[in-house]
């Protein structure tokens, strides 16, 4: 969950951020079945498209005909950022089965 407030508050994915990812989902595959090794794949992909598009989009606004230019890089991110902004609540559903096992 820290991962997708980070990528919400910041509406940005740095190469750190996907690397602390990675080192804190290491051992999903010990601990939950494949939806969860799933939905962190998508997380990790989701995020790489995001760190990809920001690197595309131009540092420093220019002319008008750049704004056009860059208008699809802007509405891919704005893209990601929304499909991020669903993702607490997927996610917190999709581990409820695994904080409820064994409760009476």
Do not use: C, N
């Not at 995001?50 to 606004?61: C, D, F, G, V």
């Not at 950022?81 to 009476?104: E, R, S």
């Amino acid at each position: 969950m820290e991962f997708i407030r980070r990528v919400l508050r910041d509406w940005e994915v740095t190469e750190d951020i996907l690397d602390q990812f990675v080192r804190d989902t290491a051992e999903t595959s010990f601990f939950f079945e494949k939806d969860v090794e799933d939905q962190i794949e998508t997380l990790y992909v989701k995020g790489l498209d995001l760190l990809y598009a920001a690197k595309e989009k131009p540092a420093s606004r220019g002319s008008s005909g750049t704004e056009a230019a860059h208008a699809p890089i802007r509405f891919q991110q704005d893209i990601l950022v929304d499909w991020f902004a669903k993702q607490p609540k997927q996610t917190k559903d999709l581990f409820k089965p695994y904080l409820t096992k064994g409760v009476k």
